[in-house]
Nanobody, 121 residues
Framework: QVQLVESGGGLVQAGGSLRLSCAVSGSIFSINGMSWFRQAPGKPRELVAG???????NYADSVRGRFSISRDNAKNTVFLQMNSLKPEDTAVYYC???????????????WGQGTQVTVSS
């Protein structure tokens, strides 16, 4: 059984910083990709940042230069460091993990439970 547990959201003033974490636990053979998405009220879910198993990263234009995705392979944890936060960054943030479980063949996609980030002006 695979579980994703997110943490690190909260309320911050514009210009501030937050760091989100997503810890993956369970019977896993490998993690192939890690991403962060966000969804603001009334808007579709959008990709914020992603990282491949090889360490290549990509970012949405709206966050490039302010956000940074990283991982701790030993702890199966992915992070999203968010700096210079703006009110428009307010959303529920979800981690998305593509992994290869030990129990079943092929790849599987898992989502975190979501964590609220609110940036006040």
């Amino acid at each position: 059984q695979v579980q994703l547990v997110e943490s690190g959201g909260g309320l911050v003033q514009a210009g501030g910083s937050l760091r989100l974490s997503c810890a993956v636990s369970g019977s896993i053979f490998s993690i192939n990709g890690m991403s962060w998405f966000r969804q603001a009220p009334g808007k579709p879910r959008e990709l914020v940042a992603g990282m491949t198993s090889g360490g290549d990263t990509n970012y949405a234009d709206s966050v490039r230069g302010r956000f940074s995705i990283s991982r701790d392979n030993a702890k199966n944890t992915v992070f999203l460091q968010m700096n210079s936060l703006k009110p428009e960054d307010t959303a529920v943030y979800y981690c998305n993990i593509v992994l290869r479980p030990r129990a079943t063949p092929g790849l599987a996609v898992y989502w975190g439970q979501g964590t609220q980030v609110t940036v006040s002006s």
